[in-house]
């Protein structure tokens, strides 16, 4: 066995070219290179598996340098370690430029997280929603209009990020607008791409507010080029207007305290002037409805007395008496509704289509 081992190195040694091998091992810094080499082969994936991976091949053939300018004496060994070293670098400084180019504003982040994180939305398509708005941060400073009633255009759509907007109409106060809240989202929805007009509401900031805002032309091309863009808008929109119109039905309040539905179609007549009449009117024939019931009956042909009245059954005339029906404290809006008579439909009908909510609104 020995003789075979050493016939297999006698082969080897001559197998090779060198002439003599040393027989001392190199210095510290070769094999520290190695291990630093190494290890940055065993970097992973993604942006920082790459960090990884440069940043130890860049320590390692700066170690090669090293070793071939003070050891090895090797030019040829210095400078396929430089150049690797350099190339390691570039990469390196290129990855921390891609980094800080696609690195988000604190606003835009903190919108990211709040708003589009829930709904897993990819970071590359927001950040082409975010492109679309050119990444600028409006403000509005303390009692500063963002749109006037009948003068400002619907050429863009934007979302609050801070403070707090008013909403009024002819010097009523309708609602506010809240952070992370579309400003302008009835108006969006109102129109056509090809078509114009003009707000019928005013915006007034009651507070120092932030806002980003895409132009209506560039958002629409946005849209109609990206089909999921386009469907993101369509439920953020839709969730946005019907929070707006719940916060409107929490202000539709009747003289006697009840809340109503903004669905329901009378609702102008319920809060009209009318409601207190009708609601008495119905209540009064409700009465007069339930009083013949309770009368006694009427006397019976002469034919029919003759015969003799059966008797009612024994389980019958056990029966507790019905109870009368108790009138409720708070009727419902539903209730309410139905209760209107006919006639005061009347006049609406002649003007035209009703509106939704009376002129006044009563303060909550």
Known sequence: MSANSSRAGQLLLQASACISWKQDVEGAVYHLANCLLLLGFMGGSGVYGCFYFF?????????CVLWGW?????????????LLAV??????????????EDTLAEEFDLLYKTLCLPLQVPLQTYK???HCCEKQVLTLATEQTYAVEGETPINRLSLLLSGRVRVSQDGQFLHYIFPYQF?????????????EGVFQ??????????????PRKSLHLLLTKERYISCLFSALLGYDISEKLYTLNDKLFAKFGLRFDIRLPSLYHVLGPTA?????????????????????????PTSLQQTPPCSPPPAATNFPAPPSRARLSRPDSGILASRIPLQSYSPVISRGQAPLAPTHTPEL
């Open 87 to 100: 190339v390691c670098l570039l990469q390196l400084a290129h990855l921390v430029y891609r980094l800080r």
């Open 70 to 82: 003070f050891s090895a004496c090797g030019l040829d060994i210095v400078l396929w370690s430089f």
């Open 183 to 195: 400003m302008d989202s009835p108006e969006w929805e109102s129109l056509q791409p090809s078509e």
């Open 276 to 300: 207190a009449d009708a609601g008495a009117e119905s209540e009064k024939g409700d009465e007069e409805a339930c009083e013949p019931a309770a009368s006694p009956p009427q006397a019976t």
């Open 201 to 214: 509401v005013t915006l007034t900031a009651e507070t120092s507010c932030s806002y980003i805002s895409w």
């Open 55 to 63: 940043g130890f091949l860049s320590a390692g053939y700066l170690c």
């Open 128 to 130: 082409e929603i975010v």
